[in-house]
T-cell receptor
Framework: DTEVTQTPKHLVMGMTNKKSLKCEQHMGHRAMYWYKQKAKKPPELMFVYSYEKLSINESVPSRFSPECPNSSLLNLHLHALQPEDSALYLC?????????????FGPGTRLTVT | QQPVQSPQAVILREGEDAVINCSSSKALYSVHWYRQKHGEAPVFLMILLKGGEQKGHEKISASFNEKKQQSSLYLTASQLSYSGTYFCGTEKGNTPLVFGKGTRLSVIA
């Protein structure tokens, strides 16, 4: 199974809502990533978890809060988002952190903030 | 620092070849290549490491010139399925992957 799953596929939320994005993989990967992708732009790294510990936070606003409950699951909690946060949120995983491992991406959650 | 990709876009007829380039102003440890079709997730194509090691799909070929901090992806005998946006990602060794702006490839019949 070389699949990364993400739920929900689409999400519309108001600026005062709290919602969560979920990502799951069962490949035994120990590094997991959240990326944000705007239309016609490359993915931008937000967070990296390595062995269930947050290892990289790319200066992401605190209205985005990641969580890694176990080695297979990655959540992204959203609160008080702004319209400019509307984007495709991609989750990825790799065998371990570091440059020698390819990343497997999930299909993404398309988020619209109204 | 974001790598620079060229060309920004290219249109090919089936069977034609193309080269996509990726360059960085910083010394690199690895270059990754991914393809993203419209509305889909990026898919891994290849990793090229400093020292010459490569890992990726058999039908894809690429090069990595460490001295020039440049990588090229070679697409030969293109098929309709090759259409999509190609991203290179570079990193300097234990640093996050940074993707270039992408090269949009369209293959037409």
């Amino acid at each position: 199974d070389t699949e990364v799953t993400q739920t929900p596929k689409h999400l519309v939320m108001g600026m005062t809502n709290k919602k969560s994005l979920k990502c799951e993989q069962h490949m035994g990967h120990r590094a997991m990533y959240w990326y944000k992708q705007k239309a016609k732009k490359p993915p931008e790294l937000m967070f990296v978890y390595s062995y269930e510990k947050l290892s990289i936070n790319e200066s992401v606003p605190s209205r985005f809060s990641p969580e890694c409950p176990n080695s297979s699951l990655l959540n992204l909690h959203l609160h008080a988002l702004q319209p400019e946060d509307s984007a495709l949120y991609l989750c990825a995983s790799s065998l371990s952190g570091g440059s020698i491992y390819e990343q497997y991406f999930g299909p993404g959650t398309r988020l619209t903030v109204t | 620092q974001q790598p620079v990709q060229s060309p920004q876009a290219v249109i090919l007829r089936e069977g034609e070849d193309a080269v996509i380039n990726c360059s960085s102003s910083k010394a690199l440890y690895s270059v990754h290549w991914y393809r993203q079709k419209h509305g889909e997730a990026p898919v891994f194509l290849m990793i090229l490491l400093k020292g010459g090691e490569q890992k990726g799909h058999e039908k894809i070929s690429a090069s990595f010139n460490e001295k020039k901090q440049q990588s090229s992806l070679y697409l030969t005998a293109s098929q309709l399925s090759y259409s999509g946006t190609y991203f290179c990602g570079t990193e300097k060794g234990n640093t996050p992957l940074v993707f270039g702006k992408g090269t949009r490839l369209s293959v037409i019949a």
